[in-house]
């Protein structure tokens, strides 16, 4: 979301009821929306959609993975038919984590839009406060997309690891996902508070000094790109 785009903003489309044809097509055009920050969280909501997928048809897989001890452990004197009950259990307690996660990245796509638009706005009339203002908040998307898609590839990396092996490639797949868009995420933060949308060192480009969101937001980046090896060490 740092750049301004050739063709002037018309109205906003709902991205999450487009043909995935029609939103390539959005996304290729000259326009300054949907762009970086929406495809980042797209990236983890389909990453936390794949985590939903794997956990259901892993209830016979995870008895002991919400408990955190090592997947496939015995436990003494416990039926099959209760370790069977509670996978189930944890499968699906994994599975409706993953889906409110996904339910919580998929709308930001259309809110970065949105936010990208008020600096566009601002930058249109001139008014370099109100753009500094708007770079700031626009950060506050970019950086829920970077925490979703830390905790997003922390439940990659469990399923890929305790799950179901034969969608163990759909894991790795969600935790690759959640890891690139947590590090897209974090990317933008730091290009919105450095005030690059229109000219380096814009006006923005105090946005950083006493600022911790760019950290922070690394940070969660740099835990998510942990996890996802973690998923593709899974691979045994």
């Not at 939103?23 to 290729?28: H, P």
């Not at 839009?113 to 770079?135: C, N, S, W």
């Not at 759909?170 to 933008?188: E, F, K, N, Q």
């Not at 508070?193 to 911790?212: Q, R």
């Amino acid at each position: 979301m740092s750049e301004e785009r050739a063709r002037p903003a018309g109205p906003a489309a709902d991205y999450l009821d487009l043909p995935v044809g029609r939103f390539l097509d959005a996304l290729s055009a000259t326009t300054p929306d949907p762009s970086g920050g929406g495809v980042a969280a797209l990236a983890v909501a389909f990453a936390a959609g794949l985590c939903v997928m794997v956990a259901g048809l892993s209830a016979r897989h995870l008895p002991t993975a919400e408990r955190g001890e090592e997947p496939g452990a015995e436990r003494a004197n416990e039926p099959g038919a209760e370790r069977g009950a509670e996978g189930a259990a944890g499968a699906e307690a994994l599975a409706e984590r993953a889906r409110r996660l996904r339910d919580r990245a998929a709308p930001l796509a259309q809110a970065d839009a949105e936010g990208y638009r008020a600096v566009l706005a601002a930058i249109r009339a001139g008014d370099k406060p109100a753009t500094q203002a708007a770079l700031s908040a626009a950060c506050a998307v970019p950086m829920q997309v970077a925490q979703i898609g830390a905790e997003v590839a922390g439940i990659a990396a469990t399923v890929a690891a305790a799950g179901n092996p034969s969608v163990r490639g759909d894991a790795i797949t969600a935790g690759l996902l959640a890891a690139a868009g947590s590090r897209a995420a974090a990317a933008l933060v730091r290009i919105n508070l450095a005030g690059s949308a229109g000219s380096p060192g814009g006006a923005g480009s105090t946005g950083m000094a006493g600022d911790g969101r760019p950290a922070e937001a690394q940070h969660l980046a740099a835990e998510a790109t942990r996890l996802a090896a973690e998923a593709e060490r899974s691979v045994r």
